[in-house]
C-alpha cells in the first residue's frame, strides 16, 4: 500500500479513456476490449460490478466492429480503420476495372487477328484479293495499266462462268510419277499410287488461304476420271473457289451442316474464309460439315476435313509413335492404296497403279492430298503428297523428261515430317443415292468419324 503523501501510478488504458491505479487491473480491462464474449458478460470476470460498470459508464459512446459486430469503446480508431478499409476496397474496385477493360481490349485485338488470319475481316475474297495483287504489280511496274484492264475482264469473264481457268493446274504428274518409279528406286520395295489426279497450287487469289478449296479440286479432278463418279460429275469440268464457296451456301440452304452455318453466319462468297482446321482454332464449335448437292459431292469438315460422295473418315487424334510421329497413319494409308492393287494378283507389281482416288489429309493450318504411298526395303514408308503450296513453276517443270531423284523430294513425307498433335483423312468410297443423300443433309447436324487409336 503506497505511504499518504506518495504519488499514485497511474495506468491509462490504450484503447479508450479509462485510466486505471493497478496495472493487473488494467491487463484483464485491455483483454475485456479483445474478447467480445467477455464484453457481453462484463463483471463476471472480475467479480466486482461496480468497476466495470463505473468503466463503461464513463465512456458512453460505442462503435459496432465492421467483422465481428462487437461494440467497442474505441474513440475514432474504427472510424478511421473503416475509412482506410473503404478506400482500399475503393482502389482494388478500380484496379479490377482497370483489369477487366484491359483485358476485354486484348481479346478484341486477338479476335480481329484471328479474323484476318482466317478471312473473316471482310477485306474481300477471292476476286479482291486477286485485283489487290493487280494492282499492286502495275503500281510497281510490274504490269502495264493495259494488262491489267486485259486479265481483270479475264477474272470476270471465269468467276461468271464458275469454272476454275485452270491457270494453276498441272496435269500429267502422276504419269511422271510412275514413269520415276519404274526406271528409278532400287532401295524402294513397293509404290503405290492412287488414281489419276491434277495437282491446282494456290494462286495470287487465294494465296494463305485456299488450301483447302484447291485440294476439293484436286479430289474432283480425279473423281471426274473414274467410272464410279462419271454420271454424276457429268460436265467434266472443276469449279472455281467461288463457285465452291456458293456451292457450300446452297447446301446450308437445303438444311445441311447447320452448325457450320451458323458458324460463317451462311456466307463464305466474298470472303477469304478457310474450310479447314482453321475452324477450330478460330471458334470453339470444331465441327463443319457442308454438302454441296449440285455436284453430288459432300464436304464434310471437322476439325478440318473435306469428304466427297459416301465418304470415310478417320481421326487421328493422338501420335502413336516415337518423337510424336503417327505410324499408324501411315500403315492405315498402306492398306488403302495396297488393298485395291493387289486384289486378284499372286504378286503384286513393285510399282501399281491403284484404283482408288486421292485422299485429303488434313492438320492444324494447312491440308494435302495423298496420292500415294512408298515402302523402302527396311520396311520405312513414306507418304507421296500434293501440296498446293507448291509454286506452279515448281510442278510444271517435273513433267521435263528425266524426273530426278531430287525432284522428288518435293512429294515425299517421312513419318518424321508429320509430327502435328492430330491429323484426319478423308477418302471417297462411292456415290450417294437421291436417298441416302437426304439422308446424309439429316445427320449432318452430327459428324460420325473412325478415331485410331
Not at 468503466?55 to 473503416?82: K, V
Amino acid at each position: 500500500r503506497p505511504c499518504v503523501g506518495q504519488a499514485v501510478q497511474k495506468f491509462s488504458c490504450p484503447m479508450c479513456a479509462l485510466v486505471c491505479s493497478d496495472c493487473f487491473v488494467l491487463q484483464e480491462h485491455v483483454e475485456l476490449h479483445l474478447d467480445a464474449t467477455q464484453v457481453k458478460v462484463k463483471g463476471t470476470i472480475y467479480g466486482t460490478q461496480s468497476i466495470l460498470d463505473s468503466t463503461y459508464a464513463a465512456y458512453t459512446p460505442r462503435h459496432t466492429c465492421s467483422f465481428c459486430f462487437f461494440n467497442c469503446f474505441l474513440d475514432g480508431f474504427l472510424e478511421d480503420f473503416e475509412s482506410d478499409l473503404q478506400l482500399a476496397r475503393q482502389l482494388q474496385e478500380e484496379e479490377d476495372l482497370r483489369s477487366r477493360r484491359q483485358e476485354a481490349k486484348r481479346e478484341a485485338e486477338d479476335f480481329k487477328k484471328l479474323q484476318g488470319q482466317y478471312g473473316l475481316d471482310g477485306r474481300g475474297g477471292y476476286r479482291r484479293q486477286l485485283e489487290t495483287c493487280m494492282e499492286r504489280a502495275v503500281s510497281r511496274g510490274h504490269m502495264a495499266p493495259l494488262e491489267f484492264h486485259r486479265k481483270k475482264a479475264e477474272v470476270m469473264e471465269c468467276l461468271a462462268s464458275g469454272v476454275d481457268d485452270g491457270k494453276s493446274r498441272t496435269s500429267g504428274l502422276m504419269a511422271a510419277l510412275y514413269e520415276y518409279y519404274l526406271k528409278n528406286g532400287q532401295d524402294i520395295a513397293n509404290v503405290w499410287l492412287s488414281a489419276e489426279t491434277d495437282h491446282y497450287s494456290s494462286s495470287e487469289g487465294d494465296r494463305g488461304w485456299g488450301c483447302g478449296y484447291r485440294n476439293f479440286q484436286m479430289l474432283l479432278s480425279s473423281l471426274q476420271k473414274m467410272e464410279l463418279y462419271r454420271d454424276c460429275l457429268t460436265d467434266g469440268t472443276v469449279p472455281s473457289i467461288p463457285r465452291v464457296q456458293a456451292l457450300i451456301e446452297e447446301a446450308w440452304r437445303e438444311g445441311a451442316d447447320p452448325q457450320g452455318a451458323s458458324h460463317f453466319k451462311h456466307r463464305l462468297q466474298g470472303t477469304r474464309a478457310w474450310i479447314g482446321k482453321a475452324v477450330r482454332c478460330f471458334t470453339a464449335a470444331p465441327v463443319v460439315s457442308v454438302l454441296c448437292l449440285s455436284y453430288c459431292v459432300e464436304i464434310v469438315d471437322c476439325q478440318g476435313l473435306c469428304a466427297v460422295d459416301r465418304a470415310r473418315i478417320v481421326d487421328f487424334d493422338q501420335p502413336t509413335g516415337p518423337g510424336s510421329t503417327h505410324p499408324k497413319l501411315f500403315e492405315w494409308v498402306k492398306t488403302y492404296f495396297s488393298a485395291s492393287s493387289s486384289r486378284g494378283a499372286r504378286l503384286p507389281p513393285r510399282v501399281a497403279k491403284s484404283s482408288q482416288p486421292p485422299i485429303y489429309l488434313q492438320h492444324q493450318g494447312h491440308s494435302r492430298t495423298i496420292v500415294g504411298m512408298e515402302q523402302k526395303k527396311n520396311g520405312t514408308l513414306c507418304l507421296l503428297v500434293f501440296d498446293p503450296g507448291c509454286p506452279l513453276e515448281d510442278m510444271r517443270r517435273l513433267l521435263t523428261p528425266g524426273l530426278g531423284a531430287s525432284s522428288v523430294r518435293l512429294f515425299r513425307k517421312f513419318p518424321s515430317q508429320l509430327k502435328h498433335k492430330q491429323y484426319q483423312v478423308v477418302s471417297a468410297e462411292g456415290v450417294l443415292s437421291p436417298e441416302e443423300k437426304q439422308l446424309q443433309i439429316e445427320t449432318s447436324k452430327t459428324l460420325r468419324a473412325e478415331r485410331i487409336p
